[in-house]
């Protein structure tokens, strides 16, 4: 396009000092008066040309830079991988990527720090937050919204939330309550948990768990479970006599599944440790991955509160 804007400017100007030339009224002139006239014919008609086909080419490329802009991104073509963030975190961290996006469920966030956070990638607007609580969801209840993704129509979330803590019938605003859960709504398999990552469905491909853990063969779980220095069928947790005792994390090995049991790395806003459990499933005839289930459980509220269990080193 700008060789033809060029070509044409030359043109024009190459015509205008012509025709300037031309507008003397010497005998020469005179005598070169028809030839003059056939020439600018010509030339006129040349210049006319290049500017009908400058202008054809500029809409061309109008129209090409349009359709670029506005093609929007098909979801086949948005795909995703774990981030550094979920690779780093420890299996007892409590965190989860959906898409591209790293939510931590286990009560470590008020509503409104929540929509704050993630207000500019997905739709918060069915979140009451100037309201309050329904008193079901004060003390053991949630209360669950959905919010849906500004680029990706697969990532509507569950968001499920409450004030664990209050008195009964208090009266506490949304934005008061805390993160209890953040869920992919429908992924075809959820099962009885939640984030549930199926090897045949979508799961698999939306999900993320901590260290990028996937569904594993049976061999390669039993490696994990080593690695990590678990107990095998040993105890977890135990309450004697009005005390709780914490024997260390620990794994259970089933026909057909591998149960992993974690006290969280950190206490949440409501001063314990939640439970974490993983469960790998796999075919007890093939041995071969089938899915994987992860939570964070509000149990740990009982067994796990600060300073009020005590951690036994060894078996009894």
């Keep these: 396009m700008k060789k033809t804007r060029i070509a044409a400017f030359l043109f024009a100007v190459c015509l205008g000092a012509v025709s300037m030339t031309a507008c003397g009224d010497s005998k020469d002139n005179k005598k070169t008066k028809t030839s003059s006239k056939s020439a600018e014919d010509i030339e006129e008609k040349d210049l006319e040309e290049a500017l009908d086909k400058l202008d054809k080419e500029t809409a061309k490329e109008k129209e090409a830079a349009t359709e670029a802009e506005t093609e929007p991104t098909t979801v086949a073509e948005i795909k995703y991988e774990a981030t550094d963030e979920i690779k780093k975190a420890p299996l007892n961290s409590g965190y989860i990527q959906i898409g591209d996006t790293v939510f931590r469920r286990g009560n470590y966030m008020t509503v409104a720090e929540f929509i704050e956070e993630y207000g500019d990638k997905f739709d918060m607007s069915e979140i009451p937050v100037d309201e309050y609580l329904a008193t079901d969801n004060v003390g053991a209840y949630t209360d669950a919204k959905r ?147 992860y939570s964070v459980s509000r149990i740990g509220e009982e067994f796990f509160p600060v300073d009020g269990f005590e951690v036994v080193d060894e078996q009894e």
């Design 147 to 293: 919010i849906k993704s500004f680029d990706d129509p697969r990532l509507e979330l569950t968001v499920c939330y409450g004030k664990f803590d209050a008195e009964k019938n208090a009266r506490v605003k949304v934005a008061e309550a805390t993160i209890d859960d953040v869920y992919l709504t429908e992924t075809g398999k959820m099962g009885f948990y939640p984030n549930s990552i199926n090897l045949d469905d979508i799961s698999s491909e939306l999900i993320f768990y901590p260290q990028d853990v996937k569904p594993m063969d049976y061999e390669d779980v039993k490696t994990l479970c080593t690695d990590l220095g678990l107990k095998e069928d040993g105890k977890f947790y135990e309450w004697s006599f009005g005390t709780k005792y914490y024997y260390g994390d620990a794994f259970e090995e089933n026909k057909d599944s591998f149960y992993i049991r974690m006290k969280a790395g950190e206490p949440n806003l409501y001063n314990y440790y939640p439970q974490i459990d993983y469960y790998f499933y796999f075919d007890e005839k093939t041995l071969k991955a089938v899915k994987t289930d």
